[in-house]
């Protein structure tokens, strides 16, 4: 959970954090994403290892004045490895290899093809989503930005999001479970803004096994914005969490992610948009 801290001192400079597109522009970010699961159930552990590298794009074809603009969302290409306990790795890239293995066909289908067409405001929220691919595992169409807070605001200032996440159950039916993500403006340095970002589950008392199922939400990290750009440079986000008798009581998940995602510099520069190098990430 981030920390308050000291409050902002009056008279503190401010400033205002906006995402900015322009028409004809595509932004393209390089995306890591890694995680290790270990199940033990009834005193059997296995191990499951996924690596995934891809590249995610935005095609800007609409702006407005105020700031909303409308972007088609890709994956461009995609480097994936899934290991599990007793079974030999499987392997599957989008850029080599001619057909995807058993499992990686349903990703494979997606790459290269508009997965949505998104609106979304200058402060990160989504004014319509047509989603043109259902993605495995989808069933929330969460944010695809960090909101952003409308007014001007100085370093130490916190604001929260909440939503509502659909966990379906195993005896059928689904359960809404209340949660809320909390920013925290940390730093502004050579214009770029670190931003500190949690998840917090709020719905008390959960059972093991919805706790099990959104395990993946309660990650943490932050993210860099480019303030002249009004882009995302980076973001580093991380989860090691454990859940005890999700499946009986001699059951434990245990989960340890790691998602990385860096904007690509190469694409060409949209007059009026200067592009920054993302700055080194601190070392864990």
């Not at 959970?1 to 522009?25: C, I, Q, S, V, W």
């Not at 510099?265 to 948009?273: F, K, S």
Request: charged share 30%.
């Amino acid at each position: 959970t981030p920390t308050a801290g000291a409050a902002p001192k009056a008279g503190a400079k401010k400033y205002t954090l906006r995402y900015r597109f322009h028409p004809g522009e595509t932004l393209r970010w390089e995306v890591e994403h890694r995680s290790k699961v270990d199940t033990t159930v009834s005193d059997t552990t296995k191990t499951a290892e996924t690596l995934s590298k891809s590249v995610k794009a935005w095609r800007v074809t609409d702006a407005q004045p105020d700031g909303t603009a409308t972007f088609q969302h890709r994956v461009e290409s995609v480097d994936m490895r899934h290991k599990l306990t007793g079974r030999r790795e499987i392997r599957y890239n989008s850029r080599t290899d001619k057909e995807a293995p058993g499992g990686f066909q349903t990703v494979a289908k997606s790459i290269g093809v508009p997965l949505a067409v998104v609106t979304m405001d200058a402060c990160g929220k989504i004014v319509k989503r047509e989603r043109k691919v259902v993605q495995p595992g989808q069933q929330n169409d969460g944010p695809m930005a960090i909101p952003l807070p409308e007014e001007a605001i100085p370093v130490g200032h916190i604001w929260s999001e909440a939503y509502d996440i659909d966990v379906a159950l195993d005896e059928g039916g689904v359960k809404k479970v209340k949660t809320r993500q909390t920013f925290k403006l940390l730093s502004v340095k050579t214009g770029v803004a670190t931003i500190e970002v949690a998840t917090n589950v709020l719905t008390p008392n959960l059972a093991p096994a919805v706790e099990a199922k959104l395990i993946q939400q309660e990650s943490a990290g932050t993210v860099k914005l480019d303030l002249d750009a009004g882009c995302i440079l980076g973001q580093q986000m991380d989860l090691d969490k454990r859940v005890i008798g999700f499946r009986g009581d001699a059951s434990s998940l245990h989960y340890l992610t790691r998602f990385t995602e860096k904007l690509l510099p190469e694409q060409p520069t949209v007059a009026g948009r200067p592009r920054k190098a993302e700055p080194e990430t601190e070392k864990q």
